[in-house]
């Protein structure tokens, strides 16, 4: 039996800090959450509030093994070029005495300069990159870095995006612990809609404010950072029946996702991110697609080609024209007014059991092993 100290040590870096709103935190989280037993797991991130235990942080996350999170700075920072150059040297001043280990990262300049120091490791990538991120990221041709990086996308056309090695990529959609999310009210389901998520530019926001205006009969129950919205959605003009409900945590999600009837899902033909100049709808692989599946919900959610092999129209979803509004409202109605597309839910929960943490942790492993 492997003591603690023989076991495989894996570093995971990533650039948020805790508490935190973002998808991104879940998704990393939830992949450190997964690796197996004889795996020590290490995140590090720029800072941690003092306030924010691990006890907080396993109960908003339903995380359920122990490890070990690591900041690097005693204050939140502002994650410009500068400070992300400090965190990359943190790191690498850490790791020195740090033997038997699989590194892999979320952060592209602490990835390419644990490269350049001779550490091989495994970066993962969602979107492309902008600025100054995108000069620096061309330094990978040196052969220094590349030799020392393998990569994870989303989508095969982010290595066209980012020019990067095929023979050294894995490619990963978003994945989902299906077993949290449970349904709280057993007797009836709400029947209303609900969005859970970014309200970045694309991501359907606006499609719902229009919605909402044109079926004032229906609630659309809406969750998320507040902060983020643009002001003519919480101004006093808005439709009554809709209802921002704030953010709430990881946990609060897989408890109330699964008690309403429809899940929406509007994006439209650009999608963005909190990245300006950015559209990801050609590659993007949104957490909350899985999410929503794992709800067992009957789902609406805009064609799009990019998850086109994971949601089917009508067996595991209702797929719609994002910009066909008076489609929307029509199969709102009709959904909402008979049990006959209940199938749908039941379907999707049983397709997302393949896109497991777990599953997607043993290829990333597998990956790097080669």
């Not at 894996?10 to 997964?34: G, Q, R, T």
């Not at 037993?37 to 006890?55: A, Q, V």
């Not at 507040?226 to 029946?241: A, C, M, Q, Y």
């Not at 999410?291 to 998850?307: F, Q, T």
């Amino acid at each position: 039996m492997n003591t603690n100290k023989d076991r495989k040590k894996i570093i995971y870096i990533a650039e948020f800090s805790l508490p935190n709103m973002s998808a991104y935190a879940v998704h990393v989280l939830k992949m450190c959450d997964n690796f197996p037993n004889d795996f020590n797991i290490e995140l590090i991130i720029p800072f941690c509030s003092p306030f924010y235990n691990i006890k907080k942080i396993k109960n908003d996350y339903s995380l359920k093994n122990n490890f070990v999170i690591k900041s690097l700075f005693g204050s939140k920072i502002k994650l410009n070029l500068f400070y992300r150059l400090i965190f990359s040297f943190k790191i690498l001043f850490y790791l020195r005495d740090k033997n038997n280990k699989l590194i892999i990262s979320r952060s592209i300049i602490p990835s390419m300069i644990l490269g350049l120091f001779n550490y091989k490791n495994i970066l993962e990538i969602h979107t492309e990159l902008t600025g100054i991120t995108k000069r620096i990221f061309r330094l990978i041709d040196l052969n220094l870095i590349s030799k020392n990086l393998k990569f994870v996308v989303l989508n095969s056309k982010l290595i066209k995006i980012l020019k990067i090695n095929k023979k050294k990529t894995i490619i990963l959609g978003d994945a989902v612990e299906s077993k949290d999310f449970k349904r709280t009210n057993k007797k009836n389901l709400i029947h209303a809609c609900a969005y859970s998520g970014s309200f970045a530019k694309g991501k359907g926001i606006d499609t719902i404010y229009s919605l909402a205006k044109m079926l004032p009969k229906i609630k659309f129950h809406v969750f998320g950072n507040i902060r983020t919205l643009d002001f003519k959605f919480i101004e006093n003009k808005k439709p009554k029946n809709l209802i921002f409900k704030g953010f709430i945590s990881y946990n609060k999600v897989t408890k109330t996702l699964p008690n309403y009837k429809v899940l929406l899902m509007p994006y439209q033909k650009k999608v963005g991110v909190l990245i300006k100049g950015i559209d990801v709808s050609n590659y993007f692989s949104p957490l909350k697609l899985f999410e929503y599946m794992a709800s067992g919900r009957i789902i609406l959610a805009s064609k799009l080609k990019v998850y086109n092999n994971i949601l089917k129209h009508n067996h595991n979803s209702i797929l719609l024209n994002p910009i066909n509004l008076n489609a929307w409202t029509k199969k709102i109605n009709e959904v909402l007014k008979t049990n006959n597309f209940n199938f749908l839910g039941k379907n999707a929960k049983k397709k997302v059991k393949i896109f497991s943490w777990k599953k997607r942790v043993d290829k990333i492993i597998d990956f790097y092993e080669k």
